[in-house]
Structure formats: C-alpha cells, structure tokens
C-alpha cells in the first residue's frame, strides 16, 4: 500500500497555528517580528509540523519566499520532527525557498542541517569557572559601586528599560551593525511585556544603566537575546558583571544559559563567550528550496557564496 507523502502548505495567520509558551514561538515574538504565515508540514498520520515564517516579495519577480524570525525559533511539534526534506511536497506552499532557523538543541524541525557558527553555553549542573582576570573585573567594579540586578522584564522600572535600550543602540553603532539589528521601539515594548523575558543590569556608581542584557526563556533554556554597554562604561568592562548576574539567574532557574557566539568566526566576541563558558553547540539552519528551477534562474550570476537563498546574497 502506497503511503501519503509528507506535504506542506502555507496558512496566512501570523503564525498562530505555530503558537507556543515558549518565547521564539510566542505571541509577544512573532508580533515583534511581523511573521505572516505558518509553514504546516503534516505526513497523513495526524501527525504535523508548525513553523513561524515572513514571507517576502522576491524584488523585480512575481515570486516570493520565506525565513524564519530571528532567534532560535524552529517549529511547533505535534509528534512530526525531523522530517526528511526530501519527502516533503513543497509546490502546495507557493514558495521560491523557506530558510528555516532551529532550536539550538533538543528535537530539530527537519533532518540534516547545515551546521553555523559556534554557540557556547553556561550549563549549572556542570563546574562554572570563568577566567580569573573576569573575576577580578567583577570584584573591582563591585568595590567601585557597580551593583547588578535582574528581574523580569515586565516588572523592570522605567529606567533600566531606556538604560538598556540605550546601552543596545551605542554597541550597535559602536558595532557598524546591519539596519536589521536596530529594532523599533515597538519591537522592544513586545519584549518588555514578555513573561519569558528577563533584564540583567550593571548600574554604574553614580546612578544609570553602565551595561544590560536581555534574556528570555525558550525550549528549556535561557537564552542572552540582545544586550550591550554604553559608551561612557566601556573601559571598566561592567558587561563582566552582567554575565557574572546571567550565571547566577540560570543555576537559580535550574536552566542553561545560552550565550550565543561571536559575530564572525575567532573573532573577539566568540573569544569572550567561549571564556566564560562550559559547554558549546553549533547553530543548526536548514534551507529548502520549494521550486527547484525558479530557484536556480534566480541564481543565475550569484554563486561561488553559501549565503541563502543565493539570489539575496549581497553583492561586492
């Protein structure tokens, strides 16, 4: 007897077939990142596949394809995982190609993978030691009247939200970042009022927010999402102290803290996570290519590049 084959469609409801408690599948998150549609994978078997995807407008072509929101969202389980790329009818969701982020561990979306950057991560049921030289940062600025708090997000007072978004913007010019990484307010009021966000803050001496961090809790870790120092703060490195605070929130929450890596490979902000860490993984991605010709004459002129879809990659 011939079995159905895994197929795909594509519902247009701002993700909420994908909806979860956790926060990269949640309300507050896919709001923030003005997801559309929700990619539904079922095998016949009852059995189906939920991801949270934006779907664009391919510039200059009738066609249009899809990504997943930032983080580390993957898709809502309903006992169908790691299916088989291959085994899945594409031509229901009308799509060029879907680039699809995973969960950074436990069950993955789709089989296989391409395996990113290096992830590191403080996991409290293993020994936390961080270099020595961090700890005498921390001890200092302590003795200078550095103090560190956290607390959720939503409970925060006024200050430590603007200090925070303050400290995030300065390291994001300071950084030459994308436009895509300087979000609106209104993304950060959906964070904000997450209850799976958490705000970690060094408050400098005389009163202010010298360097902040914002977590949120997703698939049974806490995961350091955005943060940065403010520009007058830098040299006393007070962002050593949120992340003595980080390490402190997750043994009290019994939960790995996922720090993230470095923004190219080797480079000075892996050198710092992987410092302070116990344990690393690998960011897991897949991407799908829907319509395989479409796909290919769109790319014409773009190869020699693993970005995707090929057709995007920047160009010089």
């Not at 391919?58 to 969202?73: H, K, L, Q, V």
């Amino acid at each position: 007897m011939r079995m159905p084959r895994t197929r795909a469609v594509l519902v247009p409801d701002q993700g909420a077939l994908a909806l979860s408690e956790d926060y990269f599948r949640s309300a507050h998150h896919l709001r923030a990142e003005q997801v559309t549609h929700t990619l539904v994978i079922e095998d016949g078997e009852a059995r189906a596949l939920r991801v949270p995807l934006i779907v664009r407008p391919i510039e200059g072509t009738p066609y249009r394809d899809a990504i997943s929101p930032y983080g580390f969202p993957g898709g809502a389980l309903d006992g169908l995982s790691d299916v088989s790329k291959d085994a899945v009818d594409w031509t229901g969701t009308e799509l060029v190609s879907i680039f699809v982020r995973d969960r950074v561990s436990g069950p993955r979306c789709f089989a296989g993978g391409t395996e990113r950057n290096e992830v590191f991560f403080i996991d409290p049921r293993l020994p936390v030691a961080f270099r020595e030289m961090h700890y005498r940062h921390i001890r200092r600025n302590t003795r200078l009247g550095f103090v560190s708090t956290a607390s959720q997000a939503r409970s925060a007072p006024r200050e430590e939200r603007e200090g925070f978004q303050a400290a995030y913007r300065q390291t994001m010019l300071r950084e030459k970042a994308s436009p895509r990484y300087f979000f609106s307010d209104a993304y950060f009021d959906e964070l904000f009022l997450s209850p799976c966000a958490w705000l970690v803050t060094a408050h400098a001496p005389q009163g202010g927010v010298a360097s902040s961090a914002l977590c949120v809790h997703s698939d049974g870790m806490l995961h350091y999402y955005l943060g940065g120092t403010v520009d007058a703060h830098l040299a006393r490195s007070p962002a050593k102290n949120v992340f003595g605070m980080l390490a402190e929130l997750c043994s009290r929450l019994g939960v790995p803290l996922h720090l993230g890596g470095g923004i190219r490979p080797g480079d000075s902000l892996e050198q710092f996570k992987r410092s302070l860490s116990n344990a690393s993984s690998r960011l897991l991605t897949h991407e799908l290519i829907c319509e395989p010709s479409v796909y290919a004459r769109l790319s014409e002129g773009h190869t020699g590049s693993d970005f995707f879809p090929s057709y995007r990659a920047p160009r010089g």
